[in-house]
């Protein structure tokens, strides 16, 4: 199965916002999305409508990838946010260097084992390090501690645990979001 790797447009909020839904439908959504169907399915099409605009191409500032079949459906999607040095990020941290997030990573099941999760990867590292102005020095992500199958994948991509760590998104059970990150590949 051959998929175009894509930055998502502006007007597709429609299969945005329907490749969201299947993700929060996912077994393991509870641990991997910090959202629910319920909230989600809830929005109104406006809110579909900002959010694809806000992470379409075009924008320095966040970045949403999707995995496009041939038949135009989309198996999978990942969306990086750019986190700019010294300034407080979306989690309550500052940054101490210029970086991106890689959030909202989902592959549909009938898709999985096809490479687009490294596909998606792929293209979220090289946006992120093809950034004008300062350049970013690392790519981080947060996974549940509970998320082993994650964890193990994002470690086969290179993907180093930090040692950081916040609460989980509820803080029900005092489980752990966990940090890796993978740093910019040294030039010369």
């Known amino acids: 199965m051959e998929h175009l790797i894509r930055p998502l ?13 299947a993700a929060l439908r996912d077994p393991i959504a509870h641990l991997a999305f910090l959202d629910t169907y319920e909230a989600a399915a809830a929005r109104p099409d406006e809110h579909w409508q900002e959010r694809t605009a806000g992470a379409a191409e075009g924008n320095d500032g966040i ?17 990086v946010l750019v986190e700019h040095r010294g300034v407080e990020s979306l989690f309550g941290d500052v940054p101490v260097v210029q970086q991106t ?11 999985r084992g096809a490479g687009l999760a490294d596909a998606l ?3 979220a590292l090289e946006w992120s390090w093809s950034l004008e102005g300062e350049p970013v020095q690392r ?14 994948f ?17 803080g029900h059970g005092g489980a752990l979001e966990l940090e890796y990150e993978v740093r910019r590949p040294v030039t010369r």
């Open 101 to 111: 997030q890689v959030v909202g990573v989902y592959v549909r099941p009938a898709a």
């Open 9 to 21: 447009r502006s007007d597709e909020w429609r299969k945005a916002r329907d490749i969201r839904l």
């Open 63 to 79: 970045r949403q990838f999707v995995a496009e079949a041939p038949d135009g459906t989309w198996d999978g999607t990942a969306t």
């Open 154 to 170: 994002y470690r086969k991509l290179g993907f180093e645990p930090t040692g950081a760590h916040m609460p989980e998104k509820d």
């Open 139 to 152: 790519v981080r992500l947060h996974v549940h501690e509970e998320n082993a199958r994650a964890r193990a």
């Open 121 to 123: 990867f792929r293209a």
